[in-house]
């Protein structure tokens, strides 16, 4: 069974330019998440989504961010416009049941985000 | 507002050693908690979860145990190896509604031949 998929692994862009991540679950998995590693910090949520719906966004920053997840299969978390303090470490992870909230999540290899 | 503690951030042990990591939580009212490791530059492994009606959960040489009165979770690795250098984190799940992870910042095991 193939893991969390993230493209791309590392991601370098100017202030004010727009950056998309991607995020491949498990393949099955209803539950979505997205969290980020800002340098020096611990892993922060920044939200959830059961199948194509937000469960929970309560975790993002600001209206700079915009995640989607079409389909109920694979996501995107777009930064538009990007800011220097956007820069870290973006983790997706998945779970399997739709009920199962608290459920062991599995988490992707991580796309770094360098904002210069 | 539910905060999680790691102490100590780093940890240095010789081979074979047995070692313990902790684990605190602010609010005793969380639902499961879960264990990872995270190798540099990698993505978070998924260790032990436990579930807040449990005390504890094994996995080959690990053990979790979960003490939700006191707001303390420990990891208990036997026999330690070089393999087993890594971050370890803990996370808990703060509401059923949501699978929010809270995680600490990790402590940094680094295991000497």
């Known amino acids: 069974e193939a893991g969390v998929t993230q493209f791309p692994s590392h991601s370098v862009i100017e202030k004010g330019q727009t950056v998309t991540l991607r995020c491949d679950p498990i393949s099955g998995h209803d539950n979505l998440y997205w969290y980020r590693r800002v340098m020096g910090k ?6 959830h989504f059961v199948k194509e719906s937000k469960q929970d966004e309560s975790g993002m920053p600001n209206n700079r961010f915009l995640a989607e997840r079409t389909g109920g299969t694979y996501s995107t978390l777009k930064v538009q416009p990007a800011e220097l303090e956007d820069s870290g470490v973006y983790f997706c992870a998945s779970s399997r049941h739709w009920a199962g909230h608290t459920d062991t999540q599995y988490f992707g290899p991580g796309t770094r985000l360098t904002v210069l | 507002k539910q905060e999680v503690t790691q102490i100590p951030a780093a940890l240095s042990v010789p081979e074979g050693e047995n070692l313990v990591l902790n684990c605190s939580f602010t609010d005793s009212a969380i639902y499961n908690l879960q264990w990872f490791r995270q ?46 250098s890594a971050t370890y984190l803990c996370a808990v799940f703060g509401s059923s509604n949501t699978g929010k992870l809270i995680f600490g910042q990790g402590t940094t095991l680094q295991v000497k031949p």
């Not at chain 2, 993505?43 to 145990?65: C, F, H, P, W, Y």
């Open chain 1, 42 to 47: 611990e892993i922060k949520f920044l939200l």
């Open chain 2, 39 to 84: 190798d540099p530059g990698k993505g978070l492994t998924s260790l032990l979860l436990i579930q807040s009606s449990q005390r504890e959960q094994t996995s080959g040489r690990l053990n979790a145990s979960l003490d939700k009165s006191s707001g303390r979770s420990t990891l208990y690795i036997a026999a330690s190896q070089p393999g087993d």
